[in-house]
């Protein structure tokens, strides 16, 4: 069990850079591989980018690849999402999800037995 509370949305001009935050509870962080996820109005939520329990290996979408980076401190219980190059394309609210001991990096929500309620990020013309 895990609960997951996302900050650091906003407004933001196309071009410009946001970072997320992702924030767990608990003392065992370090055993969930954590996903990042958007859904913008009327659409479905899509996957955004996946890394690993170490945070040595990592997934992106092809739409964000090159432009987000997912990381992750253990220490900190904490994962972030680095948002780079921002378009309009990209406003949605941003969901962090964290599953169990999966050695995988799923892209599939379904996949993610947690999550938390999201953070709404804007980016203008």
């Known amino acids: 069990q895990v609960q997951l509370v996302e900050s650091g949305g906003g407004l933001v001009q196309a071009g410009g850079s946001l970072r997320l935050s992702c924030a767990a509870s608990g003392r065992t962080f370090s055993i969930y591989v954590m996903g990042w996820f958007r859904q913008a109005p009327g659409k479905e939520r899509e996957f955004v980018a996946a890394?690993?329990?170490?945070?040595?290996?990592?997934y992106y979408a092809d739409s964000v690849k090159g432009r987000f980076t997912i990381s992750r401190d253990n220490a900190e219980n904490t994962v972030y999402l680095q948002m780079n190059s921002l378009k309009p394309e990209d406003t949605a609210v941003y969901y962090c999800?964290?599953?169990?001991?999966?050695?995988?990096?799923?892209?599939?929500?379904?996949?993610?037995?947690?999550w938390g309620q999201g953070t709404e990020v804007t980016v203008s013309s």
């Open positions: 999800a964290a599953v169990y001991s999966n050695s995988r990096l799923p892209a599939t929500q379904s996949d993610y037995d947690y």
């Open positions: 890394i690993s329990r170490s945070g040595i290996s990592a």
